[in-house]
């Protein structure tokens, strides 16, 4: 079918490294009544870059004594490897890498959705479906034994990633252009002493008895007071696999513990903004200095202005290298939350951008087609 643009009053797009499809919320005109649940569509950023490629899911119309409304929503073209049921033949894997049994369920069970391999994944030997699970439920249960995460691309697809191959932006500096607001925020209910992960081992030859019955792993934390943390791990893995998971594991929790907010005016910094990008963060106020990772980015635009909306986290959340520049004062966890502010104020005070609201929409999108 057809395809053409629509005009909204209001448009947001938010992407996330947690999430494996991006997500779209709409304002629409009364003049534009056909993107019902479905349609195909595109949107696109002040900087000409694709935010999102998905379908709409949901529509509302509404009105009052002085206004009509019609809202959208709907995600990326990943949802449907997160909705439905794995329908394959055998359920059974051999030799194969996690993406690409993910891509043959997908292909098996008719479902559009594509997964990407962007950290060289090995061969499983062996592997089976659970009865009942999703697509997207079998690739999280893998993705946990690879120390990666499964974050939703513009164009759909659902990348199996890291830190490690983060982009790189610009700067963000406290009272400068294109910055506009920034907080901190350190929550130490997720920090432990010590990290403890357990699996259960099958017996071999090689191994048996008290060394198969049960593997455990234990990293040091960071907290002063005594809060251990057990988890039971869903694959049996040795020693040595134990002690990778629960060293990643307790720095994704440590550094996922610090995180900044932070909103920009536009939808770039640098270069246009996407999650997996680090930028660097300076803030007297806030006691940052450091390189930062986008762990999260939503684009809102409507009659003031596109304005971007950030979580940022040290790259350790996601397999990163922590910066080699110094953390100081809000940003430093001297085994708890210590943290001093130093008082500075913002040398100069950055715009927004504004649209008459005379005008009658404030923005396109593309329609890729109808909904059959």
């Not at 002063?224 to 990643?248: F, L």
């Given at each position: 079918a057809g395809g053409g643009y629509v005009e909204y009053l209001s448009a947001s797009v938010t992407a996330s490294m947690n999430d494996a499809t991006r997500s779209f919320s709409l304002e629409l005109s009364d003049r534009d009544r056909g993107l019902y649940p479905g349609t195909p569509v595109k949107i696109f950023g002040d900087s000409g870059q694709l935010l999102i490629d998905g379908y709409v899911n949901g529509y509302t119309a509404s009105f009052d004594a002085t206004s009509h409304r019609i809202s959208v929503s709907g995600r990326g073209k990943g949802q449907d490897a997160i909705d439905c049921s794995c329908d394959h033949s055998t359920g059974q894997f051999k030799n194969k890498t996690a993406v690409e049994i993910c891509n043959e369920i997908c292909a098996a069970s008719g479902i559009e959705s594509k997964y990407?391999?962007?950290?060289?994944?090995?061969?499983?030997?062996?592997?089976?479906?659970?009865?009942?699970?999703?697509?997207?439920?079998?690739?999280?249960?893998?993705?946990?034994?690879?120390?990666?995460?499964?974050?939703?691309?513009?164009?759909?697809?659902?990348?199996?990633?890291?830190?490690?191959?983060?982009?790189?932006?610009?700067?963000?500096?406290?009272?400068?252009?294109?910055?506009?607001?920034?907080?901190?925020?350190?929550?130490?209910s997720r920090e432990f002493s010590d990290f403890k992960f357990r699996s259960?081992?099958?017996?071999?030859?090689?191994?048996y008895g008290a060394e198969a019955s049960q593997s455990q792993a234990v990293v040091g934390g960071?907290?002063?007071?005594?809060?251990?943390?057990?988890?039971?791990?869903?694959?049996?893995?040795?020693?040595?696999?134990?002690?990778?998971?629960?060293?990643?594991?307790?720095?994704?929790?440590?550094?996922?513990?610090?995180a900044i907010s932070a909103e920009i005016v536009g939808d770039s910094v640098g270069a246009p903004v996407e999650p997996n990008m680090k930028i660097f963060v300076d803030s007297a106020w806030l006691g940052v200095n450091q390189e930062m990772l986008i762990e999260s980015c939503t684009w809102t635009t409507d009659s003031n202005g596109t304005r971007t909306g950030l979580k940022l986290v040290p790259p350790e959340a996601f397999k990163g290298k922590s910066s080699s520049a110094s953390t100081k004062g809000a940003m430093t966890a001297d085994g708890g939350m210590r943290s001093p502010v130093t008082g500075a104020t913002p040398k100069s005070k950055p715009t927004t951008p504004s649209i008459s609201p005379s005008e009658p929409a404030y923005g396109t999108l593309a329609r890729t087609g109808n909904a059959e």
């Open positions: 990407l391999d962007n950290i060289g994944l090995p061969k499983i030997a062996q592997f089976h479906i659970n009865q009942g699970e999703t697509v997207h439920q079998v690739a999280r249960r893998l993705s946990r034994n690879y120390a990666a995460t499964i974050m939703g691309a513009a164009d759909g697809v659902m990348v199996w990633t890291t830190a490690e191959n983060a982009s790189h932006g610009g700067l963000l500096k406290e009272g400068v252009f294109p910055l506009l607001s920034a907080s901190v925020n350190l929550d130490d259960q081992l099958a017996g071999r030859e090689e191994k960071e907290h002063r007071r005594t809060r251990p943390h057990i988890e039971i791990v869903d694959k049996s893995q040795d020693q040595a696999q134990s002690k990778e998971r629960a060293d990643w594991q307790a720095r994704r929790i440590q550094a996922g513990s610090k």
